[in-house]
């Protein structure tokens, strides 16, 4: 009887795991896609590879590290000796005060405006929606001269010149805050438009004011819209160039990409793999940040349904 049962068993056994085999086999034109963005991030990852290798040593030729004469090998700590000089910190210190500020100033009135702007009636209010388009269509290099203008009154003005005047690390964060508005406003407005009207209107016929409805109803549900916004001005704060250079003098007020630049003026006497090193010094700090906000961009609302005003 057991030796009659046991092949029943194996027989069974392996014919299902035939079937779970034969299922999970892929079709060419299941298999393209795949390869496409396979053949697509090789060159991409291949282009890293070649600026860690290239941080570590003193010539680079292809995906290999080389010494001053040529010769595979001569792994070396040179290009990272700009780690020690103190400047190289204060204009990092300068560009996480910039990128932080864009994050906090543009999230946090972009979400306000942005709440205002799709949930309440208000007169002028597409007259407003129609002026932060407009606002954004301006390139910065055509408000240079006004924006410099601003900066010299605010300069002028006691104890608040010293923060936010010109050649001051506040002053170029303002400037680039003022300059990103219309674009978080319009990015949040966009998600308010999308969240259900029950879970507010319940909340308003209960007595809450409209300050608590938006801090305890709505804004977890934008969650992912402020990670991607604050990704997105981090990125932009912490990769400014234009503002700073034009708005600031020396070092002390300088940010990491305009301190890079003074090692790039002349490409003939520049080490690529000094800018190399450099250069994945100011990525790290990007990473670190988009780790730290990737779960709430991956977490989408799913709750609710879209109701109208």
């Known amino acids: ?37 396979t053949l697509t991030i090789i060159p991409i990852l291949a282009g890293y590879a070649w600026v860690l290798v290239a941080t570590f040593s003193q010539r680079t030729n292809g995906l290999l590290p080389r010494d001053a004469q040529g010769n595979l090998g001569g792994l070396t700590l040179q290009n990272w ?17 910039i990128a932080m500020s864009m994050v906090i100033g543009v999230g946090a009135i972009s979400a306000l405006a942005a709440y205002a702007l799709s949930r309440m009636n208000f007169p002028g209010r597409k007259g407003f929606l129609g002026m932060t388009m407009v606002l954004h269509a301006f390139r910065p290099e055509m408000l240079l001269i006004a924006i410099f203008q601003v900066l010299l009154f605010i300069g002028g003005i006691p104890l608040i010149g010293n923060f936010f005047g010109f050649n001051t690390v506040g002053g170029v964060a303002l400037v680039m805050v003022t300059l990103d508005l219309p674009l978080g406003i319009w990015l949040m407005k966009g998600f308010f ?58 070092s002390k007020v300088a940010n990491l ?3 890079i630049n003074r090692f790039s003026g002349d490409t003939s006497l520049v080490s690529w793999n000094f800018v190399a090193a450099i250069g ?30």
């Open 280 to 309: 994945l010094f100011q990525l790290i700090p990007v990473l670190i940040f988009f780790i730290f906000t990737q779960e709430a961009l991956l977490n989408i609302y799913g709750g609710g349904s879209k109701g109208g005003s």
């Open 193 to 250: 438009d999308n969240l259900s009207w029950d879970m507010e209107r319940a909340a308003l016929i209960d007595g809450a004011s409209r300050f608590r409805v938006w801090w305890e109803i709505l804004l977890p549900q934008i969650r992912p819209g402020l990670a991607a916004l604050s990704i997105f001005m981090f990125i932009q704060g912490w990769n400014a160039y234009l503002i700073p250079f034009t708005f600031t003098i020396g």
């Open 81 to 97: 000796q700009f780690l020690a000089e103190p400047d190289v910190w204060k204009a990092t210190l300068n560009s996480f005060g």
């Open 1 to 37: 009887m057991r030796s009659g049962v046991g092949p029943v068993k194996v027989s069974g056994t392996l014919s299902t795991v035939q079937m779970t085999l034969s299922s999970k086999r892929i079709s060419p034109g299941q298999a393209l896609p795949y390869l496409l963005l």
């Open 257 to 259: 990409p305009v301190y």
